[in-house]
Structure formats: C-alpha cells, structure tokens
C-alpha cells in the first residue's frame, strides 16, 4: 500500500523497519491515520524482534513531529551559531551549494571540500549511494568514519575478516554468556530475554564492564574494571589458557595463526598483575578463567565499549582471541558475536572507486577546521551526523564551525545544535517517510522498507537531494540509477545474491541470508582471510600500533583530573538522535564514596573540568558505578548542562592504538560542588 492511498482510506497499519543504529534490526507494524503517524509497535517478520521494540522508536511521532524539526531550507541570515535562517526554495538553496562547490573546487581544488557524516542509523540507499558518486567525482576528501566502531571494526577484519557470528537466538544453546564492554538493556533490548531463558536454563553469565549495567546485576560475575584495562584482563586469561594446557592446541593447528606471538605478548600478565590494572581482585580474575576454560558452548558479546580508549584496538583483538585459544568455536552457541554486517556480501553501489585524495579522520574536526591549511576545507557538508553532540574536544569543534570563511551546509530531520552553525540548512526525511533498505549488525535480516507517511514539510530523502547535487554540479552521467527503485536494483545486482533472495526481498519486504540466519562458526563459515584462518597476531595491526599489537598504556589519570570520565548510551538516544526531545537537566553521576570524600550530595549543582574544559551540572549519587568513574551519558545536547557543554568538552581528540578511533573514555576530570 502505497502512502497516499493510506492517507485515503483512514487508518491503517503498514509495515516498516527500523535503520536506527542497533544490532536488532526491528520489524515495525506502524499505524497511520488520515496521513499522519499514530502509532509505532514490534512486527513479527524479523523473529528476533518478537513483536516488542524500545522506547525510542515507539516514540518516534515525537520526532518526526517535533518542534525542531527542519520544514523547509534555510539561508543563514545572522552570526553563526545563532540559529537565525531565511526560508528559501529548494531550488534556491541546491543552486547555491552547487555554486559554492564548483567555486571552491575551481579555486583551491576538490579537497577542500569535506563531506562530514557516519550514518550508523542508515540504510545503503542513504548511505554511500548518490551521496558517495557527488563527492567522489568532485575530487572531496575522503573522511575516515572512526566514532565508533574503527578499532573493533579494524581487529576483527585483520583476526577474522568479516566471519559471522554467534547469531542472537543461538544464545539459548550457551552455557557461559560472558557480555564484554556491552549494555543491551540499552543498545540492543532483544538480546536481554534472551540471555534470561539461557540463564533459566542453567547459564552462567559474566559481565565486564566498569557499570553494574541491569545484566551485570544479574550476572553470575561482574568485573566491574577501570576504563582502558579491559586488555590486561584479557591477556592474563589468554596467559593462562597456554600456561595451564587449557588452550585448545588442535584448534590453533589448524584454524589459526600467529598463536606463538600473541601468547608471547600474554606471557608477564598474571593474574594478579591484570587485576591490579584493572582495579578488580585476582580471584575474580581467575575465576572468570576457569569458568570460561571449563564450560562449553561459551559465548562472548563483544561490545564497543572497550574500545573507547588509548588501547581500545589491542583490547578488541585479544577478547577476539579468547574462544580461539580456548577451543569454543564449532558448537552452536559457542563463539563470539560483534557485528554480523559480514553476512551481507552487498554494500555501496558498484560504481568508480574512490579518488586518491586525502583522508581526514572524523575524530580530529576541530582540529581539521581550525589549522589544516593543505588546502584548508572552505566547504563543510554535514549530513547523518551531529559533531557538536558527538565528537570529541566539543570546544574546538564550535570554534571550527564559526570560522567565518567556512561554507557550511547541513543536511538533517531537526535543527540540531551543528545545524545553528550552517549557511545553508536543508530538512532531511525520517526513515519513516522515505524508501530504506535495511540489514541487520545483531540480527541476520534485511529489510526492504518503504515509506509509511509522506514526508513532513519539504523534507527529501538523502537519495534525492545528492543526486539533485550531482545534476548541478555537472557530475551526473545519463542512465545511472537515481530514484529509490533504480538505486535498491543496482545494489542488489552487485551483490552477488542469489535470484531467490532478491524475489523474496522485494516479494515480501524481508530477508534472510542464504544457507539459514544461524551459521555455525568455523563449521558453516569460516575467516574470509587470505588462508581462511584466525589471525591471531596481525603484522600490519602491529605495525599501526605505535608500540605494538597488545602492548597496553596505563591509565591516564593524574592528580589534577581523577576521575575517569565514560559516557554509556542510554535508553533515551542512539548517540544524539532524540536529544532534543529530552530538555531536562541531566546529571553527571558518581559513586557515593567519591561524592563523600569532595564533599558532594545528591542533587548539588557541580562543576566536572579539566584542561580542555568544563561541565555544569546536577550530581546524582549511583552506588552501580566503580570508584573512581564518572558518568555522563554520551549524545547529551547544550540544553541538558547548565552551561551548554556535555561530556564531549571533557574528551580529548587523540586516537585509539589501532583504527585511529575515538578516545571517550580516556577523559580524566576532577569534579567539586559549586
């Protein structure tokens, strides 16, 4: 049913799927009446999603109806920043951007143009499709999309290329669950019942993260360690596992390489030297060792959290390396799970490659803006993402967006707090409202979605506008694939799926991977690397690492700053997605013995600071967060402190040991009573 005829007939209920960035992939059932989004609830046609959805996307009429949403393009008519806009023609505004890129390509080349996105809540028709063929043919800069995801992203392509992994449901079959730098009561909820029938059955679960998350309460162990030390752990079991003949040699025969080399880097990490590391108590250590060695199936959910910091990369491969070195492939619900993006052999449209022009990672923006003169970007194009809200060393990205000189368009749903600093602003369609074909990082599904309401205001879909650019900007070629239709056949095409696939896709709207959506690891497949094993130890992952694959740096922490700073996802946001509909105060949280010895209650009005900067706001005493931590949840918009700046402004711009990812949880503060 199309969305115009939905508008005809009253109120219906469409089916629809959720791109947002979570491993679940959601099947929707949304309810429209007289044109307008009513309700949104759990569908059925992804079995993972099991008829029940979070809190964010039930709500997401909020969203797609809410204040900030943009209506219509705008030119910037005040001081940057200010948020002040002329209401312009759509034809206006791409006349005007496609001018500007042309004169700045004509005046200090192609690369002074830098496409600014990450897209983690996007599909493959707005993600790298006509967005992709714009800037590449302009000869921009290529932006390496490191927030999240680079380091684990980088050691697993090196150790296992992109193999499956434990499928979700596949965790009833696990008798050890062992969840590592994860929260999936808040970034992936069907995992949770999941893991609690695993556990009626008889699983252990062991959590390791700094927070006593809602699993790490029920959890059999919690290893409540330092940010940054997740390594050390990981070694010390990996020491262990060689040292006590656990280790599974025939496995590594066979299935693996480089296993001398990593149990050499393992060898000085006992227990009792990780856990001092760690900040946890060897026996603990130990324990979750022996537990791990004796039961089988063992899984482990390997997060994104551990990758947070200075050594974010090393720590990400040795976790990885565990269930080779103990023998728990080759059993269903044995293995590990990161991202099953591998399973989908399609990706961007099968065009040109990209332009040998220079990268610019993501992480140093403010930097970029405000000293990178070979040449300088003179033209910012923000789309799919919000940099105030999500990069780090939050103050000099504003100052980077108020460069005068600067031409900046941003291309978004709501005037996020990025958009106040635009000259041109373009309003972006939800994925509600326009053609999206979806696959799933936790669950094994693809959807092919389509629009549910029309689109609010004058809003476009990515597809649409970036194709509009190419015509203008004199890029464009006769006959290739524009329209939503055209761009989700040429995808397919080149994807090497099979016929079947493809007629059950655009058939029903759902799909699954060939050969059934729960592979068994090293049994139904295997490392696409070059001799189809494990790469335990990777020479080039050891050549990016300044002092080496595994090699680990202590905490950064010192006398003036503390505290370490992490700031978790929350049920509320994906990343800063929604921020805008939550306006209240929110509180940067510390435990009770640290708010004891500054002299801080619950509920006073604090100050979290160090060299970079500061944030103003409320405290709230949690007694579920380690001493020594504080908390700040990331994707915080200016509106939530009393001063505008979120934990960002406390993170530093350097880089993960490995995939140039970003370095949150190395902030280190100190925090006083105002």
């Not at 209920?13 to 309700?39: H, M």
């Not at 690369?111 to 599909?123: F, Q, R, V």
């Not at 059993?331 to 099968?350: E, I, P």
């Not at 060939?514 to 068994?520: M, R, V």
Request: charged share 20%; hydrophobic share 40%; glycine share 10%.
């Amino acid at each position: 049913m199309s969305v115009s005829e939905s508008a005809v007939r009253g109120a219906v209920t469409l089916p629809a799927a959720c791109p947002l960035d979570c491993p679940d992939s959601c099947s929707l059932e949304v309810t429209v009446e007289d044109g307008r989004l009513v309700s949104v609830d759990g569908g059925h046609a992804n079995p993972i999603t099991d008829g029940f959805i979070c809190a964010k996307v039930r709500n997401i009429a909020d969203h797609v109806y809410s204040r900030e949403r943009i209506l219509h393009p705008g030119v910037r008519t005040g001081p940057k920043g200010e948020g002040e806009f002329e209401r312009v023609s759509w034809d206006g505004a791409l006349d005007r951007i496609a001018r500007k890129m042309l004169a700045v390509r004509a005046a200090r080349g192609g690369e002074a143009i830098l496409p600014y996105y990450y897209g983690g809540s996007n599909g493959f028709l707005t993600q790298t499709s006509t967005d992709a063929r714009l800037f590449r043919r302009l000869g921009a800069s290529r932006l390496a999309r490191t927030l999240c995801a680079a380091p684990t992203g980088a050691a697993a392509l090196a150790m296992y290329g992109k193999m499956a992994g434990v499928a979700l449901q596949d965790y009833v079959h696990s008798k050890l669950i062992v969840i590592w730098g994860n929260n999936p009561s808040a970034t992936g909820i069907h995992l949770v019942p999941i893991i609690q029938r695993a556990q009626k059955a008889g699983a252990k679960l062991v959590v390791i993260d700094p927070i006593r998350t809602p699993l790490a309460a029920r959890a059999d162990l919690h290893l409540a360690v330092r940010p940054g030390s997740d390594l050390p752990i990981a070694l010390s079991i990996i020491r262990w596992l060689f040292e006590s003949g656990a280790a599974d040699g025939a496995f590594l025969a066979a299935h693996a390489t480089g296993a001398g080399e990593l149990r050499e880097r393992a060898a000085s990490w006992t227990f009792e030297r990780a856990a001092t590391a760690a900040g946890v108590a060897p026996r603990d250590v130990e324990r979750f060792a022996r537990l791990y060695a004796e039961t089988s199936p063992a899984v482990i959910r390997c997060g994104w959290g551990q990758e947070r910091n200075r050594n974010g990369g090393s720590a990400s491969a040795a976790i990885l390396a565990l269930p080779a070195v103990a023998g728990k492939f080759r059993v269903r619900g044995g293995g590990y799970t990161m991202s099953n993006s591998g399973v989908w052999k399609f990706g961007a449209l099968a065009e040109e490659p990209e332009p040998e022009t220079r990268v610019i990672n993501m992480v140093l923006l403010g930097e970029t803006l405000l000293t990178r003169d070979d040449p300088p970007v003179d033209l910012l194009f923000v789309y799919n993402c919000n940099p105030v809200a999500t990069v780090p060393n939050q103050t000099k990205v504003r100052e980077g967006l108020a460069r005068e000189d600067l031409f900046t368009v941003v291309f978004d749903q709501v005037m996020t707090e990025s958009a106040l600093y635009a000259d041109v602003v373009l309003p972006a369609t939800t994925f509600l409202e326009h053609r999206e074909l979806v696959r799933g990082y936790g669950a094994m599904v693809t959807h092919d979605s389509r629009p549910v309401i029309a689109p609010v205001g004058e809003a476009r879909p990515n597809y649409d506008v970036f194709a509009e650019l190419c015509r203008r900007t004199g890029v464009a070629r006769e006959g290739e694939p524009e329209s939503a239709d055209a761009l989700r056949d040429a995808i397919l095409d080149g994807s090497g799926r099979g016929e079947e696939f493809r007629r059950t896709l655009v058939g029903s709207g759902v799909a699954y991977p060939e050969g059934g959506a729960a592979p068994i690891q090293f049994v139904d497949v295997f490392p696409p690397t070059a001799d189809g094993k494990a790469q335990l130890f990777s020479p080039g992952l050891d050549d990016e690492a300044a002092h080496g694959l595994y090699h680990f740096e202590p905490d950064p922490a010192t006398s003036a700053a503390p505290l370490a700073l992490v700031s978790p996802s929350t049920e509320k946001t994906i990343s800063s997605t929604f921020g805008q509909l939550n306006r209240k105060i929110v509180p940067i949280e510390l435990n009770p013995a640290d708010a004891a010895a500054r002299g801080i209650a619950d509920g006073d009005r604090v100050r979290a600071f160090n060299a970079q900067g500061e944030v103003v706001t409320r405290a709230r005493l949690n007694p579920n967060l380690r001493e020594g931590v504080a908390a700040l949840p990331k994707g915080l918009w200016g509106h939530n402190t009393e001063n505008g700046a979120t934990s960002n402004a406390l993170a530093p711009d350097s880089l993960t040991d490995i995939g140039g990812g970003a370095c949150f949880n190395d902030a280190r503060v100190e925090v006083e009573k105002l």
